[in-house]
């Protein structure tokens, strides 16, 4: 398991063994993270999924 800098993990969340999150991102309570999260966006669910970028590009 990998945490970059800057990231935010709501309540009760799950990072299951060998998942990495990026740099800046945001994961919703409750979720369960089993793959890996890219930089820069907002992640929720079970299974935890992509919902959107944190900023639009060029912002």
Same mark, same amino acid.
Do not use: E, F, G, Y
């Given at each position: 398991?990998?945490?970059g800098d800057d990231v935010f993990i709501g309540a009760r969340s799950i &990072?299951?063994?060998g998942v990495e999150i990026g740099n800046g991102? !945001? &994961?919703g309570a409750g979720s369960v993270v089993s793959a890996s999260i890219p930089a820069g966006v !907002? =992640? =929720?669910g079970?299974?935890?999924t992509v919902l959107r970028p944190l900023r639009e590009a060029g912002q």
């Open positions: 398991m990998k945490i &990072i299951l063994k991102s !945001v &994961i !907002v =992640a =929720a079970n299974p935890c």
